[in-house]
């Protein structure tokens, strides 16, 4: 299968050498206590049903000494899942899908160090009653997911086939995520495409690093251009392919222009300007009305698991940004002045 987005194995069986054929959804019907033969087929449909490393449908049939894995874009349940009255700013919601606006702050799923106060401690409560949320998924409804302290829109699955639908478009890239960030300098060219692979840091495990070879890693593909110069930071635009951990960020690291702010990748020291003292205060000040990486998820568009129609989101830039933006705006409107 393509290497578009990480697939983890969730379940495993191998075919019993006196198997006499027999429809797949059948098969794992029998074998999986919780796993209706609906769901089965909605996973199957969508790809996420592989036998010996090919996807099948529903109808496939297994045969003695078949190697069935069912795969999905999150990794298999780590820890216990408590549903918390956590408030959501909910941008829209039907039957199928939820789109939410998340802070910065917020983590998406509950992790070591993170066990409570997530987004899916939210969703358990706000959809309890959905059975997607009930069965005791890792990541229940999650399709794809931004960092702690970036914020933004994010789409949410409420019920199977719109997991697997909506997992499949991410797959095969048909969605369409654009953020906006503040980073240090200005890119030159002020528009174009980075395409370097993306993979764990060699000594830290934690952050990501770019391998320019391309022999390591996987491949990520960010596109931007510049809305707007503010001296010695940009606003700009960046366009995903593909949707790597930490990909926008360490691809705008790579090419020296890390996100203002952005303790992990080297964008929270004065990178460029002046020595004045009086500058340097400016950028402390903007550091603490910004304290994490200046990026926002501002729209995300997809085609609905139900109807197909083409669903567009897009979201104001959070306070913190604009304040700051507002400040560079003075900043270099003074210094203009002064010139």
Same mark, same amino acid.
Request: aromatic share 4%; glycine share 6%; charged share 20%.
């Given at each position: 299968m393509p290497e578009q987005q990480e697939l983890y194995e969730h379940f495993r069986f191998v075919v019993d050498g006196g198997q006499s054929l027999l429809r797949i959804d059948k098969y794992l019907s029998v074998?999986?206590?919780?796993?209706?033969? &609906?769901?089965? !087929?909605n996973a199957a449909n969508a790809g996420n049903i592989l036998v010996n490393s090919i996807s099948v449908k529903p109808n496939y049939r297994v045969k003695p000494d078949d190697i069935i894995q069912i795969v999905l874009p999150n990794p298999p349940r780590e820890i216990e899942l408590i549903p918390q009255n956590i408030p959501l700013d909910i941008v829209? +919601?039907? &039957?199928?899908?939820?789109?939410? #606006?998340?802070?910065?702050? *917020?983590?998406?799923h509950p992790a070591y160090g993170n066990y409570s106060g997530t987004l899916v401690n939210a969703l358990m409560y706000h959809l309890k009653d959905l059975p997607l949320f009930s069965i005791g998924e890792a990541r229940p409804g999650?399709?794809?997911? =931004?960092?702690? #302290?970036?914020?933004?829109?994010?789409?949410?699955?409420?019920?199977e086939?719109?997991?697997?639908? /909506?997992?499949r478009q991410f797959y095969e890239r048909t969605t369409d995520r654009r953020y906006h960030a503040l980073v240090w300098g200005a890119p030159n060219p002020a528009e174009g495409t980075i395409t370097e692979?993306?993979?764990r840091n060699i000594r830290d495990r934690k952050i990501m690093q770019v391998f320019e070879d391309g022999s390591t890693g996987k491949?990520?593909?960010?596109?931007?251009?510049?809305? +707007? #110069?503010?001296?010695? =930071?940009?606003?700009?635009?960046?366009?995903?392919?593909?949707?790597r951990t930490h990909q =926008?960020?360490?691809? /705008?690291?790579? =090419?020296?222009?890390?996100?203002?702010?952005?303790? +992990?990748?080297?964008?929270n020291r004065i990178l460029k300007g002046t020595t004045f003292s009086k500058y340097r205060q400016f950028v402390e000040n903007c550091f603490s *009305? /910004?304290?994490? !990486?200046?990026?926002?998820?501002?729209?995300l568009a997809f085609n609905h698991p139900v109807t197909g129609e083409r669903l567009s989101f897009d979201s104001e830039l959070p306070e913190d940004m604009k304040t700051v933006i507002a400040k560079w705006r003075n900043y270099i409107s003074g210094r203009e002045l002064d010139e």
């Open positions: 074998r999986m206590d919780k796993a209706s033969r &609906t769901r089965i !087929q829209y +919601e039907d &039957t199928d899908v939820l789109v939410v #606006n998340k802070a910065a702050g *917020m983590v998406v999650l399709v794809h997911r =931004i960092d702690k #302290n970036t914020s933004g829109i994010l789409v949410v699955a409420k019920n086939h719109a997991l697997n639908n /909506l997992s692979h993306v993979g491949p990520a593909i960010t596109h931007y251009k510049t809305l +707007e #110069n503010l001296g010695y =930071i940009t606003l700009i635009e960046c366009k995903l392919e593909t949707g =926008i960020r360490v691809h /705008l690291s790579h =090419i020296k222009h890390p996100i203002f702010n952005d303790e +992990e990748y080297g964008g *009305m /910004l304290p994490r !990486q200046a990026l926002h998820a501002k729209s």
